[in-house]
């Protein structure tokens, strides 16, 4: 992509409980793209926040004695700080409870309902407070939402309602030729499949639910939650509601989201878009759902692994990697506190951890000045291929690479052996291994942006600038070994 202005967007995550897994993954792949475009030169607006009208957050509050604003500003306060913990760099936090938020909902209502967008009509069916979406009796199995497994409350009122149908053939139009991208391919798919049965009207108000933005024009409904969320990706970054305001930065928009979330993302969401005329986002990328044991995690079962416990075990820069290595590219992953622990100890510990040790020891013994870098091609190549993943949202392969370069500069070592007396090469190994360190640490800065600011340190040079690959050797390191990276845990 060549544009200069990134806007990378979250979901807003429900205000209904603290921070998950799931969230911080999401969160911590848009910071890492987030800081790679910013490395590159970019003008980078990375947006998340939180999702607090609607009757599950009411129920929530309810459940804790506490009113909803209170309830909400406690999550607020917990997303944040454990989002300040693993050192995500976001430009806003919106919540949908901020009056500039309310106000320019309100105002994109009328719009719709000036621009005869909506009419009145009865809202029937199942409804999942969980998912805070109407569901299909096809989609329940035995009755029960099949995220959730909680019984759909049947709803039967007086609604709002969007004509979404209207967009059916531009929109499947729009996907078909890949105007907007939906990755990975298999996502796209799916959208395709489900236009095919023909997109209805949606229902943009609840009569029952008083924990919303009221409807303008009629008070005594709120604005469906969905809704709401929305058109924070907008408010997010300044806009008023205003139908002729296009906000800076809507030019170039990656949105990223789990899987759950694609469905409403591609119709309702881009419905709103095509009804205000505004562009659409570039790309959509779906990733899938860390499990455990094959299981959804889940506070019923029991086996959740928060955030928090990740940070307590690993520490915040090591928790980043291990996640974003972990998952699979757009499929399901499970994790377990075994395969967590041995990706700290076997990769991080073993792998990248003793390089740099080794590296710096013989480096604080021997290093005087660079010799010719002999490796050149080989780290073009290394390079090419991690900023090509990265490009395209495989976060897990171009750590692949990064572990590449690690696992053969390790081998290096082991074949020079350059502490021996009978190493003859021994300048020109040394220079040529903190060159590679220096490109390790270079590439590793979105995933851990103060280990890899650690390993610079000790080379004692400054961080990564993009000239510098084609004078490599000009490089000059003043090498400090200072405490290992990672310390081992059992
Ligand atoms: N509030 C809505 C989104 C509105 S956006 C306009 C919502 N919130 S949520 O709290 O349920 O967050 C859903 C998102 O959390 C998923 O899309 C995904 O990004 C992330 N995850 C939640 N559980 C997950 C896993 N187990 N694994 C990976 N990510 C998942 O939906």
Request: glycine letters at 4%.
């Given at each position: 992509?060549?544009?200069?202005?990134?806007?990378?967007?979250?979901?807003i995550?429900?205000?209904?409980?603290?921070?998950?897994?799931?969230?911080?993954?999401?969160?911590?792949?848009?910071?890492?793209?987030?800081?790679?475009?910013?490395?590159?030169?970019?003008?980078?607006?990375?947006?998340?926040?939180?999702?607090?009208?609607?009757?599950?957050?009411?129920?929530?509050?309810?459940?804790?004695?506490?009113?909803?604003?209170?309830?909400?500003?406690?999550?607020?306060?917990?997303?944040?700080?454990?989002?300040?913990?693993?050192?995500?760099?976001?430009?806003?936090?919106?919540?949908?409870?901020?009056?500039?938020?309310?106000?320019?909902?309100?105002?994109?209502?009328?719009?719709?309902?000036?621009?005869?967008?909506?009419?009145?009509?009865?809202?029937?069916?199942?409804?999942?407070?969980?998912?805070?979406?109407?569901?299909?009796?096809?989609?329940?199995?035995?009755?029960?939402?099949?995220?959730?497994?909680?019984?759909?409350?049947?709803?039967?009122?007086?609604?709002?309602?969007?004509?979404?149908?209207?967009?059916?053939?531009?929109?499947?139009?729009?996907?078909?030729?890949?105007?907007?991208?939906?990755?990975?391919?298999?996502?796209?798919?799916?959208?395709?499949?489900?236009?095919k049965?023909?997109?209805?009207?949606?229902?943009?108000?609840?009569?029952?639910?008083?924990?919303?933005?009221?409807?303008?024009?009629?008070?005594?409904?709120?604005?469906?939650?969905?809704?709401?969320?929305?058109?924070?990706?907008?408010?997010?970054?300044?806009?008023?509601?205003?139908?002729?305001?296009?906000?800076?930065?809507?030019?170039?928009?990656?949105?990223?989201?789990?899987?759950?979330?694609?469905?409403?993302?591609?119709?309702?969401?881009?419905?709103?878009l095509?009804?205000l005329?505004?562009?659409?986002?570039?790309?959509?990328?779906?990733?899938?759902?860390?499990?455990?044991?094959g299981?959804?995690?889940?506070?019923?079962?029991?086996?959740v692994?928060?955030?928090?416990?990740?940070?307590?075990?690993?520490?915040?820069?090591?928790?980043?990697?291990?996640?974003?290595?972990?998952?699979?590219?757009?499929?399901?992953?499970?994790i377990?506190?075994?395969?967590?622990?041995?990706?700290?100890?076997?990769?991080?510990?073993?792998?990248?951890?003793?390089?740099?040790?080794?590296?710096?020891?013989?480096?604080?013994?021997?290093?005087?000045e660079?010799?010719?870098?002999?490796?050149?091609?080989?780290?073009?190549?290394?390079?090419?291929?991690?900023?090509?993943?990265?490009?395209?949202?495989?976060?897990?392969?171009?750590?692949?690479?990064?572990?590449?370069?690690?696992?053969?500069?390790?081998?290096?070592i082991?074949?020079?052996?350059?502490?021996?007396?009978n190493?003859?090469?021994?300048?020109?190994?040394?220079?040529?291994?903190?060159?590679?360190?220096?490109c390790?640490?270079?590439?590793?800065?979105?995933?851990?942006?103060?280990?890899?600011?650690e390993?610079?340190?000790?080379?004692?040079?400054?961080?990564?600038?993009?000239?510098?690959?084609?004078?490599?050797?000009?490089?000059?390191?003043?090498?400090?070994?200072?405490?290992?990276?990672?310390?081992?845990?059992?």
């Amino acid at each position: 992509m060549l544009e200069n202005k990134f806007l990378i967007t979250t979901p807003i995550y429900y205000a209904n409980g603290e921070p998950h897994l799931g969230h911080a993954y999401t969160t911590l792949i848009a910071d890492i793209l987030s800081r790679h475009y910013r490395f590159l030169g970019k003008d980078v607006f990375f947006l998340t926040g939180l999702d607090e009208h609607g009757a599950k957050i009411e129920q929530a509050a309810k459940e804790n004695h506490k009113n909803p604003q209170d309830f909400c500003d406690e999550k607020a306060e917990i997303f944040q700080k454990t989002w300040k913990d693993f050192d995500f760099q976001y430009n806003n936090f919106i919540r949908t409870t901020q009056k500039s938020h309310i106000k320019a909902t309100q105002k994109f209502l009328d719009f719709l309902n000036k621009e005869n967008l909506i009419y009145k009509n009865i809202y029937k069916g199942f409804y999942c407070i969980a998912c805070e979406q109407l569901k299909n009796e096809a989609d329940l199995i035995d009755g029960l939402c099949p995220d959730h497994k909680t019984k759909p409350i049947l709803i039967n009122e007086e609604s709002y309602f969007f004509k979404l149908s209207q967009f059916q053939e531009d929109l499947s139009q729009i996907i078909q030729n890949n105007t907007i991208g939906i990755f990975p391919k298999a996502k796209r798919n799916e959208i395709l499949e489900f236009y095919k049965l023909g997109l209805r009207d949606i229902s943009i108000s609840r009569k029952n639910v008083k924990w919303g933005i009221p409807l303008p024009f009629h008070k005594n409904f709120t604005v469906y939650v969905w809704i709401d969320a929305f058109l924070s990706y907008l408010t997010g970054i300044g806009w008023d509601g205003d139908a002729n305001n296009i906000p800076d930065f809507w030019d170039n928009v990656t949105q990223i989201m789990g899987k759950d979330i694609l469905r409403v993302h591609g119709t309702i969401w881009l419905g709103l878009l095509k009804a205000l005329n505004f562009s659409l986002p570039k790309r959509f990328f779906v990733h899938g759902y860390f499990t455990v044991n094959g299981q959804k995690m889940s506070k019923t079962i029991g086996n959740v692994i928060a955030p928090k416990d990740l940070i307590e075990n690993f520490g915040s820069e090591a928790s980043r990697f291990i996640m974003a290595h972990s998952m699979s590219y757009g499929l399901d992953t499970d994790i377990s506190w075994d395969r967590l622990r041995s990706e700290y100890n076997d990769i991080l510990v073993k792998n990248l951890g003793n390089l740099v040790s080794r590296s710096m020891k013989l480096a604080e013994d021997y290093y005087k000045e660079n010799a010719k870098f002999e490796f050149r091609n080989f780290i073009t190549e290394i390079y090419d291929n991690y900023n090509n993943n990265l490009e395209n949202l495989k976060f897990s392969e171009s750590i692949n690479e990064i572990l590449r370069m690690i696992n053969f500069a390790n081998r290096y070592i082991d074949q020079e052996k350059p502490w021996s007396e009978n190493c003859l090469n021994r300048k020109r190994v040394i220079s040529n291994l903190l060159i590679v360190l220096y490109c390790v640490a270079s590439m590793l800065a979105p995933f851990m942006p103060k280990k890899s600011k650690e390993i610079f340190e000790q080379l004692g040079v400054d961080k990564m600038n993009l000239n510098t690959l084609k004078e490599i050797e000009k490089l000059k390191f003043h090498p400090k070994k200072k405490q290992n990276l990672f310390p081992i845990i059992k």
